[in-house]
């Protein structure tokens, strides 16, 4: 799996005909980032996509794995995990895709809206004691029927800009064979504008 730098200094070296020029008008720290906007609406898209025919489901290529331990948390004392980044605001919530003991993949917790937990409270299942349910808030996430510290694994669609230039890149193939023809075509753009052509390093 490439990285982001990977992908972004491929679609350069595409605009610059071979190579990269330290005074080329297009830097790599714009093509990344464009880079992420364009994986974040094609993840949209893709998972919107899929709702349309049936299927409630993110493209397994655009998942994070991660795990952690939970935490009290110091306002409100319930068990809650910090991920690492933002998660995508997906249909249906699909950016928070699951949520499960480190120890017992097969065994989700229940993911819930915001707010949704008050509208059921008292109820028999709420109360069980063996459903435990989590729900997203700001890339924290908070639990109901945890009372001790707790490992668990999550697998969630995580926000571009969130994701370092020297990590694998979560993007199915052929998408990113798609970005680098978009960066291409937008930087091109770029390259066709009058500047500098001594490399000098000035611009």
Known sequence: MATKKQIAEQALRIVQGGHIKPDDPADIREVMLYLDQLRDARCRLDTLNNVKVGDYEVPEKYLSYE?????????????????????????????????????????????????????????????????????????????????DATGVAVLFAKSSKDIAEDADYPIPPDVEAEMVQQLVQMFGVQKQAPHDELEDGQK
């Open 67 to 147: 795990t952690g331990t939970t935490a009290a948390d110091a306002t409100t004392g319930q068990q809650a995990l910090s991920l690492s980044g933002g998660v995508l605001d997906l249909a249906y919530g699909l950016g928070l895709y699951q949520v499960t003991p480190d120890d017992d993949i097969e065994d989700a917790y229940i993911i819930m809206k915001p707010g949704h937990l008050g509208l059921i409270a008292n109820s028999a299942a709420v109360e069980r004691a063996s459903n435990v349910y989590c729900w997203l808030i700001n890339g924290t996430i908070y639990f109901k029927n945890l009372s």
